[in-house]
């Protein structure tokens, strides 16, 4: 299946008002495999004359001449010329209005005098015209690389793109016929990336079950995501997994994988700089305010995956993988736990929507001990500008019972402090399920001060959801 572009609003309009600003420019444009990078800049340039090459993981003189044979296709002439970086980027000048040069980091792989050229050509032939750069790349450690020094290309960008996974929501535009709950089970796999929402065929787990067998998504894609990453990626692999199946901390990653401490920390900022994974702190400690305004108190940070796909390859596929090489994995052991899964997937999902219904500076979650006890809370929203705040919880479970949610939450209230300094804000609370014993609209704290609580159940989120792709 290959659907229409959809959406990207926000990064179409950056990127046409840089291509028609008319000047040179050198735009660097990276996100994680499969996330759209290529749709997206041919959408950008359609309809103007550009050159358009795609690296490959080959040698230099590969890379070379695809690149010759790529120009030729735009202008003829360039096929008599002598496959030469130098001579065909001379050619190239104020010949066409943009070069688009597509996993760049696969055409410098082998040598780099690629970068050294574009330096001296921006620097001495193509500022005087109109042309512009487009460097795309999955790897995102070399894409940073690209931009930051020692790099020939350093101080030479005009504007760096980052693409995103699509929001929740968004997964709407290619299964618009889903019900909310199938809708979750996808994004449980596909996260927001474009390629694998593509992929992923309805009803979800007819195709999941054909998708064990034939996997054509599941079978070599960490493993290319990794190599693009990494030269010797074992180690990351085996950190990956200890943090897929709930090791969060460092201690907790190092003694699963039989590593030392201080051994770990090269890999974790490894992963971190290359986007796999994310440290995440309680939103409230991250807060800087007028009246918050010494250091941050960054302490106690727990790391995560960054996608669902990653997440959903290493709980469920390679905790099975001689089954699954043998193509005798069951369906019905992925069914087992997903609906677990689900959970934390939801509660992702649900504060991406609220950021969309409730306009928030902060957003994320809250732990912290209370009486020696380690509680959390799933959504702690607010303005650092005023006194207004929302506490949430996100239960994937039917009939759920709002009073016993609440009693929990307000329990928890009088102990949120901002930079350890306590604010008395005024809470309100929204509760997320698959439905509810009975909703209620408000609650009282500790003190008797009545709380505003919404209640949004899976059919009030369905139309949040079709209101949000209708706009």
């Keep these: 299946m ?42 950008l340039t359609k309809n103007t004359k550009c050159i358009y ?5 080959s040698s230099h003189n590969a890379n070379l001449k695809m690149f010759q044979n790529s120009c030729a296709k735009t202008i003829p002439s360039i096929a008599d010329l002598k496959d030469d970086y130098e001579i065909l980027l001379k050619a190239l000048k104020g010949s066409v209005d943009t070069i688009i040069l597509d996993e760049y980091p696969y055409m410098i792989k082998k040598d780099d005098l690629l970068s050294s050229l574009l330096q001296y050509f921006i620097d001495h032939e ?12 999955s790897s995102i450690s070399m894409m940073k690389n690209l931009i930051g020094q020692p790099s020939p290309l350093f101080g030479r960008k005009s504007a760096t793109i980052k693409l995103e996974p699509m929001k929740f929501w968004e997964i709407q535009y290619f299964h618009p016929d889903c019900a909310f709950e ?6 449980g796999i596909a996260d927001g990336i474009p390629r694998y929402l593509e992929a992923i065929e309805t009803p979800m787990w007819n195709w999941l079950e054909n998708e064990l067998y034939y996997q054509y998504l599941l079978g070599d894609e960490i493993n290319v995501i990794l190599n693009m990453e990494f030269r010797e990626p074992a180690k990351y692999f085996d950190i990956l997994d200890a943090i897929a199946v709930g ?13 030392k401490v ?32 010494h250091r941050a108190i960054l302490k106690n940070g727990h790391y995560y995956l960054k996608d669902n796909f990653m997440i959903f390859w290493f709980r469920f596929i390679y905790s099975h993988y001689t089954e699954f090489t043998n193509k005798t994995l069951s369906i019905e052991v992925i069914k087992q736990g997903y609906n677990q899964y689900l959970g934390y997937i939801f509660e992702k999902a649900m504060r991406q929507l609220m950021l969309e219904l409730h306009k928030t500076d ?18 702690l929203a607010f303005n650092s500008d005023n006194l207004e705040a929302i506490i949430g919880e996100c239960k994937w479970s039917e009939k759920v019972g709002p009073k016993s949610i609440m009693k929990s939450l307000i329990e928890v209230e009088p102990h949120i402090r901002y930079q350890k300094l306590k604010i008395n804000k005024n809470y309100s609370y929204v509760i997320f399920a698959k439905s509810f014993t009975r909703k209620i609209t408000e609650f009282p704290n500790l003190k008797g001060e009545i709380r505003k609580v919404i209640c949004y159940n899976m059919k009030d989120l369905t139309e949040i959801m079709k209101k949000l792709i209708e706009r």
């Design 126 to 137: 193509y500022k005087q015209t109109r042309m512009n750069i487009i460097l795309l790349g």
């Design 182 to 187: 199938e809708l979750l089970e996808i994004y």
């Design 53 to 57: 090459n795609m690296g490959v993981n």
């Design 2 to 43: 290959y659907s229409p572009f959809f959406d990207r609003k926000y990064e179409l309009e950056k990127g046409k008002k840089l291509l028609s600003n008319g000047k040179f420019d050198l735009i660097i444009i990276y996100g994680r495999r499969r996330i759209g990078k290529t749709r997206y800049v041919k959408k």
């Design 262 to 293: 201080s051994d770990l920390s090269g890999y974790m900022r490894k992963l971190l700089y290359a986007d796999l994974i994310y440290q995440e702190y309680p939103i409230n400690d991250i807060v800087r305010s007028p009246k918050t305004t």
């Design 362 to 379: 902060y957003i994320g979650r809250w732990w912290g001990k209370i009486d020696g006890t380690q509680r959390e809370i799933d959504i």
């Design 247 to 259: 090791k969060s901390t460092y201690g907790e990653i190092a003694n699963f994988i039989h590593m």
